[in-house]
């Protein structure tokens, strides 16, 4: 079992390894109100993950040590996620009498009927989601199953570093529970279709909430890292040059036109290609709104641009925009990175399940 749905009874650090950095995030609450504890992001070596696959554990440990070391936290537990491409979701019926040991080792059992891959090499989960609406004596129960390679590297990972890893999460659900920070700042009902945007720096991954819940969700291999090699190639910097100047500025007067706008345009083709694969596998036609989250969407005017091309209210995700925040944390570069938040901060939501 890989604690994908272990409640938590102590606070735990949300971790967000991504392609290109570490993200860590701290919570508190009091009352209905979260708080932001302490925050920090340190980059990943080259090519430490490729498409969410962890290929150096150590260069992502010290990246890890780093985040640690800048935002001064105390707690020792972390919260990671692995992507859903990596991870098989099922809901199967079952007897509701069953307890959880009983229903774990019945799953243990059955689990090759529902998983294509051999059982020794898999992590499995289990939730019971209600009752069965086919059955009264049966129960709807949520089967997740992830490679054990992409969870033990994440774990291996975190141990490294000093930490505990208390929960493997799914990246959608992570998502899906920071959307509930943003959903207030949105015109919309119960029932509004809403596509969640997550580009990030090699990968861009629509997710589609009804009434809050995940119904459809895609990668797709697009992100700002094809903005830094196009800078690279273009002005004749380094790799590590061009991330910076993409960053902090100083480049000629030409970027603007030449370079920044093309990509630009180039998001909201990935956009509308996203959405078209949504609305070509699924009973939906449109969406009410467009929330842009992950590195690229703190992007100037990017969110506009979407609303403008796409015609759909489009906005760029803050999950802290109704957060405290301590006085430790700087609230600058916090806001700065709030879209690529979303999953750091759906992670640290689990400190209070």
Known sequence: ?????????????????????????????????????????????????VEKN????????????????????????AAVAVSGSAV??????????LNDDQMESQIAIEADQYIPYPLDEVAIDFEVQGESERDPELVDVLLAACRKENVDLRVE????????????????YAMERA???????????????????????????????????TVYTREQLFGGKQLT???????????????????????????????????KEAVVQQVTRSLQFFFSSSQFNEVDYVVLA??????????????????MPS?????????????????VALGNDAPAMMIACGLAMRSFD
Do not use: W
């Open 294 to 311: 992950g590195g690229v969407a703190a992007m100037p005017d990017l969110a506009e641009l979407v609303e403008q091309k796409l015609g």
């Open 1 to 49: 079992m890989f604690g994908l749905f272990e409640k938590k009874t102590q606070n735990v650090l949300g971790l967000d390894i991504s392609s290109s950095s570490v993200k860590l995030l701290e919570l508190s609450r009091n009352g209905g109100r979260y708080r932001v504890e302490s925050y920090a992001v340190c980059s990943l070596p080259q090519n430490a993950v």
């Open 88 to 97: 098989i979701t099922k809901t199967i019926e079952m007897d509701g009498s």
């Open 315 to 331: 906005l760029t995700a803050n999950p802290f925009a109704n957060m405290s925040v301590a006085s430790r944390v700087n609230a």
């Open 157 to 172: 990972s975190i141990e490294l570093a000093g930490l505990t890893a208390k929960v493997v999460d799914v990246e959608a």
């Open 179 to 213: 959307f509930e920070l943003i959903h207030d700042q949105l015109d919309s009902d119960e029932d509004s279709v809403i596509a969640v945007v997550d580009v990030g720096a090699t990968m861009t991954t629509l997710s589609v909430l009804v009434g809050g819940s």
């Open 54 to 77: 962890i290929n150096d554990v150590e260069g992502v440990s010290d990246a890890i040590i780093k985040v640690l070391g800048q935002s001064k936290t105390k707690l020792k537990h």
């Open 229 to 263: 090699e196009e800078i690279k190639r273009r002005f004749g910097l380094t790799y590590e040059e061009a991330g910076l100047a993409k960053k902090q500025g100083g480049l000629p007067e030409d970027y603007e036109s030449e370079v920044l706008y093309p990509f």
